[in-house]
């Protein structure tokens, strides 16, 4: 491993302590002329400052001392150089005077992308493409979404050890534990907008809120879409009062690549939708499945068996093992396996192409 490598790899690790989503993980280590790492950052989520700002508010905070005209900024992704929610980090680097860049992957976006010429116009030294098979792959989702011109796809699955939602007299509350269930919650309050589909909404009328503990309502809600053709109740609990009858809508389509890129540019917080968390059922759940468009799982496995239940996921189209889509650990959100009270919550992302 060379020099540089060591460092990326140091980022790496760091930007794995963040929430992928609207944006990608992303890590940076500012290490000094003597090799010596002086401040690590990451991006903890849309909305929080960026990676590289992270390193160098904390060396400003934590090492006054050093001159950051004698240090390196590692950087798992190209600095940005625009304005999104969060100022360009570009200017962050050459206001601090960091005379050295060296960077992973590209940033594959037209409006954040081209950072790195922006730095090198600037007088920056800047180093491209270290360990940029990992940085890349770290997002590999992220970059297709984007690619794609579409929202990012998060899938939950509450299920049975047997894989099953409910058991066969439909009676499914509550499978998983409060602390599954308060989990999901956080991420529908961080989501731009939750999908289902028509039939669920017809048969389970959930709320689709992101609620604490004792049942308030969270700060952010999700925009609540209903994906599918059967009309929803006037009595559906989507529909009713304020809050809770308010940011939902239907796309009548049973296309789920149709559906994400209506969400697109659907309004949601003066901005489009850009992460959307998919809940089922299982016929939503097999279309956005056989479609590909699942970017990323979280599972959560009851100790229950529900045995005749039906179960999460319907039809994919798989006849044989070797069609089968297979999944990875996702590192992202400390780290692919976690306890749920008597439940076990395990994240994955679509192996990487
Ligand atoms: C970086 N460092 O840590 C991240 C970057 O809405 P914003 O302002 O947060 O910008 C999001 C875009 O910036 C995102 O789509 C991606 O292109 C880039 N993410 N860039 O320099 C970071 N998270
Ligand atoms: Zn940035």
């Excluded at 992928?20 to 950052?41: E, I, K």
């Excluded at 289902?196 to 048969?203: D, H, K, L, N, P």
């Amino acid at each position: 491993m060379t020099e540089h490598e060591k460092h990326m790899a140091a980022a790496l690790q760091a930007a794995e302590r963040g929430v992928r989503g609207v944006n990608p993980l992303v890590g940076a280590v500012l290490v000094d002329d003597s090799g010596a790492a002086v401040a690590v950052g990451h991006h903890r989520g849309a909305g929080h400052r960026h990676a590289e700002r992270d390193a160098l508010a904390r060396a400003a905070a934590e090492r006054p001392d050093v001159d950051l005209s004698t240090t390196t900024l590692y950087c798992t992704l190209e600095p940005c150089r625009h304005h999104g929610r969060q100022p360009p980090c570009v200017e962050a680097i050459l206001a601090a005077g960091v005379p050295r860049v060296v960077h992973g992957a590209a940033d594959p976006t037209a409006d954040a992308g081209g950072g790195a010429s922006e730095l090198a116009a600037a007088g920056v030294d800047v180093v491209s493409g270290v360990l940029a098979e990992p940085c890349r792959r770290l997002n590999h989702r992220w970059n297709l979404a984007q690619q794609q011109g579409r929202p990012f796809v998060t899938v939950h699955l509450a299920q049975s050890l047997d894989g099953r939602i409910a058991a066969a007299d439909g009676t499914s509350q509550w499978i998983t534990s409060a602390a599954s269930r308060s989990h999901t919650h956080r991420i529908r309050e961080r989501i731009d907008a939750i999908l289902v589909g028509s039939r669920t909404v017809a048969v389970d009328d959930p709320r689709l809120t992101a609620r604490d503990e004792s049942g308030e309502l969270l700060a952010e809600q999700p925009l609540r879409v209903v994906m599918g053709r059967r009309p929803v109740p006037e009595e559906a609990r989507l529909r009713r009062g304020r809050p809770e009858g308010e940011g939902w809508l239907q796309v009548p389509t049973h296309d789920p690549l149709e559906a994400l890129r209506r969400l697109d540019s659907a309004p949601h917080s003066g901005r489009g939708v850009r992460h959307v968390l998919v809940e089922g059922g299982s016929r939503v759940l097999s279309a956005f499945f056989a479609a590909d468009l699942v970017d990323e799982i979280f599972a959560y496995h009851a100790p229950v068996l529900l045995g005749e239940g039906p179960s999460s996921v319907g039809p994919i189209g798989v006849s044989s093992l070797s069609e089968a889509p297979r999944f990875v650990p996702d590192p992202a959100e400390g780290g692919p396996v976690t306890l749920m009270g008597d439940d076990v919550c395990v994240h994955l992302a679509p192996e990487p192409s």
